[in-house]
């Protein structure tokens, strides 16, 4: 099991681009075989998955979100990122980030992100 802790601004303006981080300590990042994926949560809606990156560096994404969404990571740091370019508000939602032996083994508490001028 490993621990998954998110960070980030809690508001972001339209048209900027959302960046979180998400720090993860018990384990590497680069264990093979790991993955490492962001998913969120609209208000009153459920889970959506946006994007994973593997413990080589290898990412994939959402389809509906492919065009704004990056993965990256900092392997020196053990962590890992998420760019999510040109929000609206309908991106406000609780981000998480989650991993592991799977993309879903273990998950961070979350972080609100709302964006609003």
């Known amino acids: 099991q490993v621990q998954l802790q998110e960070s980030g601004p809690g508001l972001v303006k339209p048209s900027q681009t959302l960046s979180l981080t998400c720090t993860v300590s018990?384990?590497?990042?680069?264990?093979?075989?790991?993955?490492w994926s962001w998913i969120r949560q609209p208000p009153g809606k459920g889970l959506q998955y946006m994007g994973v990156?593997?413990?080589?560096?290898?990412?994939a994404y959402s389809s509906s979100l492919k065009s704004r969404t990056s993965i990256s990571r900092d392997t020196s740091k053990n962590q890992f990122t998420l760019q999510l370019s040109s929000v609206t508000p309908e991106d406000t939602a609780l981000y998480y980030c989650?991993?592991?032996?799977?993309?879903?083994?273990?998950w961070g508490q979350g972080t609100q992100v709302t964006v609003s001028s």
């Open positions: 018990g384990g590497s990042i680069t264990t093979n075989g790991y993955w």
């Open positions: 990156i593997s413990s080589s560096g290898a990412t």
């Open positions: 989650a991993g592991g032996r799977d993309i879903y083994a273990d």
